[in-house]
């Protein structure tokens, strides 16, 4: 029963993807408005899910493709940052 005290919640899960997404964003030196505009999503969506965690599985695959490495493939880079 130990084992389970390093899983995380969902809540702590989602907020952790938020900051890694923002982080990603922000090396990319891109704005919130830029990838709003970029991905043809409404910037108070990003907004929100920088600062909760909560966003649309569609709306969250569109910001994760426009900040992707062009370099590693999409799968793979879904991957790494889902088993992290």
């Known amino acids: ?3 389970f005290i390093f899983l995380k919640s969902p809540d702590r899960v989602k907020t952790e993807i ?3 997404m923002r ?3 922000k090396e990319k030196k891109l ?3 830029q990838l709003s505009e970029r991905s043809d ?3 108070g969506s990003l907004k ?3 600062r909760t965690g909560e966003i649309s599985l569609s709306s969250f ?7 992707a490495d062009s370099g590693e ?12």
Do not use: H, P, T
């Open 31 to 33: 704005s919130q408005v």
């Open 41 to 43: 999503v409404s910037l």
């Open 48 to 50: 929100r899910f920088e």
């Open 23 to 25: 982080e990603r964003r």
């Open 61 to 67: 695959e569109r910001f994760f493709v426009k900040i």
């Open 1 to 3: 029963m130990d084992n």
């Open 18 to 20: 938020a900051g890694r």
């Open 73 to 84: 493939g999409y799968k793979k880079k879904m991957s790494k940052w889902c088993r992290q």
